[in-house]
């Protein structure tokens, strides 16, 4: 790279001016009037509508998405950014509002096409200027069926900006309060939850235990108020759904994800083969930190040679280069990202916790947001956002309908990132230490994505069975989450973590439903297709873009079926998957026991 990358992003080159931009006013007041006239064409027209009018309508919703994810994403960059800027949670609610009558349109836009007879639909839809986006128009068409009327449909899109949304931002709102007390370099400072979770794998046992205890206390301290959230955001969802007579909370997250439950079914039964080995790597990776059985803040503690913290520059130029011995167009990606300064990485109080990537679609750029302090994790953080930022450029020349993939496939691009990088690091690696290292790394996104994501979709499921019965106190949630992750596990740790539910953000999320079980879904898709671009080579990077450019317009599985030639609803793929994903465990052992030797 020419120069330093930096650790802020550039959101001026969007709308200048942050929360108070004049631009983003106007950007605003244009999609108001776009989708409010769109809205009122649609109320008008009584009856069946012809083919002209469908053509139309579908220019303006297509058009109409890519603003409004354009507003969606500035103001989620502004919030995240500090969650003190209450003029950007203001712009939050305003983007809300838009959306609620972008969905009303939508709804009746669904309803018109329901409404045309068969014939003069398959005449419509098949014609070549709608061969790209003929899938999720045909997709909405079956869907719009399964829904409320468009006009209650549309009051319950109306009501959730102040109810069901305005919970998901009051649970924000919860976060931003909270600040951990610590201790560093004589002074006592307030840390906010995502400095504070950088510290939970911190090298030194005793910071982590410190933190741990601070941590647990700090969100307890909110549990009642996060467990009030919760039980209004699963109150309104059991609501609706039984208002459209939908009998699982499954039925829209596996909408959703293109995915059927026969493939969920199928994963998580391959998913519990992967308890034993990795029941055995958290007991070898105990005995390496010194303690009998690792706590819940010990799994990701680091073990072997890390060295000296990663600085920012050396880990975009591993990423870079990693990504560049499986694809040119992923290197020319990474180079993009960092030197149009798409990245928000500065270590600093006032920003939100987690990771994320959002496009712009209107500028074909994406902006990826984190906090870097240099470990190991941060690298794969890092690449995995690259990776989601890779995936929506491949899209990015797509009609709009036919960029919106769901968020498990969305997973796959992110996950198969890391591998890469994870791979590449490791054949660099000199010595044992280093590699054990690398495969300790590895092995925690196993335990992250086939125990972790697992005890959250056990809790979730459990959690909205009994919230049909009533609310929850905070101490049943606990002890549900508890349960869930000790069945996980295999009962594998010393502590268990029962505020964990308080402290995820993905429960909270108003969007998606059930922001669990698509990210096992794409760790273990990628897994299954990494394993074929080892076989084929570098020919199979080509395949790889084709089968990311079809994420939307299909099921996932014809995705694996067109583009892999395997049936997911069978559980070969995803115990060839799983076995492969905890392989590494025999390597760890041996590196750990040669690291023991020489202690």
Not at 260 to 272: G, H, I, K, N, Y
Not at 536 to 543: D, L, M, Q, V
Request: glycine share 6%; charged share 25%; aromatic share 10%.
């Amino acid at each position: 790279m020419s120069q330093s990358p930096s650790l802020t992003w550039d959101l001026e080159v969007l709308f200048p001016g942050g929360s108070e931009s004049k631009a983003f006013v106007s950007f605003m007041e244009e999609n108001e009037r776009l989708i409010q006239g769109l809205l009122q064409e649609l109320q008008a027209e009584g009856g069946a509508a012809d083919e002209g009018k469908l053509t139309e309508w579908t220019a303006k919703l297509q058009e109409g998405s890519q603003r409004i994810r354009q507003a969606d994403s500035f103001t989620a960059c502004l919030t995240s950014q500090n969650t003190a800027d209450k003029r950007a949670a203001a712009w939050t609610e305003k983007v809300q509002t838009l959306s609620a009558g972008y969905s009303q349109a939508s709804d009746l836009f669904d309803v018109k096409l329901a409404e045309l007879p068969d014939d003069r639909w398959e005449r419509w839809v098949s014609a070549e200027e709608r061969k790209g986006i003929a899938y999720p128009l045909a997709e909405r068409r079956a869907e719009v069926l399964e829904k409320l009327s468009p006009e209650l449909e549309g009051l319950a899109s109306e009501l959730a900006i102040n109810g069901y949304h305005g919970w998901g931002d009051h649970y924000s709102l919860i976060v931003s309060r909270i600040g951990i007390p610590w201790e560093e370099n004589g002074e006592t400072k307030s840390l906010s939850v995502g400095q504070a979770a950088n510290k939970l794998s911190h090298a030194d046992g005793d910071v982590r235990d410190t933190m741990a205890a601070r941590w647990e206390e700090a969100w307890s301290e909110q549990q009642d108020l996060a467990a009030d959230v919760l039980n209004r955001l699963s109150g309104f969802r059991l609501k609706l759904y039984g208002k459209r007579g939908w009998d699982s909370v499954l039925k829209e997250p596996l909408r959703i994800n293109r995915m059927s439950r026969e493939t969920l079914d199928s994963m998580w039964a391959a998913v519990e083969g992967s308890i034993g080995p990795l029941q055995r790597f958290l007991a070898g990776k105990a005995k390496l930190l010194g303690r009998e059985k690792l706590g819940w803040h010990d799994v990701g503690a680091p073990v072997g040679e890390q060295g000296a913290v990663i600085a920012y520059e050396e880990a975009a130029e591993l990423i870079r280069d990693a990504f560049a011995q499986f694809s040119p167009s992923m290197a020319a990606l990474a180079d993009r990202a960092f030197s149009e300064r798409w990245i928000e990485a500065e270590d600093r109080s006032g920003k939100r916790p987690g990771g994320f990537c959002t496009d712009f679609p209107l500028n074909g750029q994406t902006r990826i947001f984190m906090t870097y302090s240099g470990t190991m994790d941060n690298v794969s953080t890092l690449a995995h956002e690259l990776g989601h930022a890779y995936h929506s450029s491949l899209v990015d020349d797509l009609e709009p309908f036919a960029q919106n993939y769901a968020m498990n496939v969305a997973e796959t691009a992110s996950t198969f990132a890391e591998a890469i990088v994870s791979d590449a690091l490791l054949r660099k690696a000199d010595t044992a230490a280093q590699k054990l290292a690398l495969l300790d790394v590895r092995l925690e996104s196993a335990v992250a994505f086939c125990m972790n994501i697992r005890a959250r979709f056990l809790f979730e499921t459990r959690f909205y069975e009994k919230r049909k019965e009533g609310m929850l106190e905070a101490e049943q949630i606990k002890e549900l989450m508890v349960e869930a992750q000790k069945e996980a596990y295999g009962d594998a740790l010393a502590s268990w973590h029962p505020t964990f539910w308080a402290s995820k953000l993905h429960f909270y999320i108003t969007d998606v439903p059930f922001y669990n079980f698509p990210y096992s879904f794409g760790y273990l898709f990628s897994t299954g297709i990494l394993a074929v671009a080892e076989k084929e080579g570098p020919a199979f990077s080509e395949r790889y873009d084709a089968l990311l450019k079809d994420t939307a317009v299909m099921t996932v599985e014809e995705l694996a079926r067109k583009h892999l030639g395997v049936d997911l609803t069978k559980p070969e793929f995803w115990e060839a998957a799983v076995a492969r994903a905890v392989s590494d465990v025999e390597l760890f052992e041996k590196y750990a026991a040669e690291a023991g030797q020489n202690q």
